[in-house]
């Protein structure tokens, strides 16, 4: 590129005038700082996350209940109500079992995102869809309410 082109490319280009930023295609208001109303305060996002951990006592205290429950059970070869009972008691278990490792993660994601806030928009959706394909909800039962 020859130097007298580069000069008239500059010369264009300060003619325009600057256009100011934008974030995300978002204009700022006319006459504002531009700042908008987002806030982000760390104490409630920590305390969020607290708040979702702490809610792995209460379900281990709840799986406690779940156990006790089952331990008068007994044997439950030749009698199909039983068979079904320990089915369904094993099926439950497990769910509230993710349950609770779900709050412990999402509890955890939740005070590291208040901690710093230094994660990106992108890193928490993707710590979000982590933790959702690990604890995958199984479809409801009893076919599609929708169309009723």
Known sequence: MAWDEWERLKADAAARGSTGMRLNHVPTDPGGSGTGDLK?????????GADTK????DIAKALGKLDDG???L?????????AAQKELYASWKKYVGDV??????LGGLLERSG???????????AE?????????????????PKGR
Do not use: F, N
Request: glycine letters at 14%.
């Open 54 to 57: 702490g809610l792995q006592d």
């Open 100 to 105: 609770k490792g779900r709050c412990g993660e």
């Open 70 to 72: 089952q331990s008068g």
């Open 128 to 144: 979000l869809d982590r933790i959702s394909a690990k604890y995958h909800d199984t479809e409801a039962v009893g076919g599609d």
């Open 40 to 48: 982000s305060d760390r104490k409630a996002w920590t305390q969020a």
């Open 115 to 125: 901690h710093d806030l230094a994660m990106s928009d992108a890193e928490v959706k």
């Open 74 to 82: 007994g044997d439950a070869s030749g009698v199909q109500s039983a």
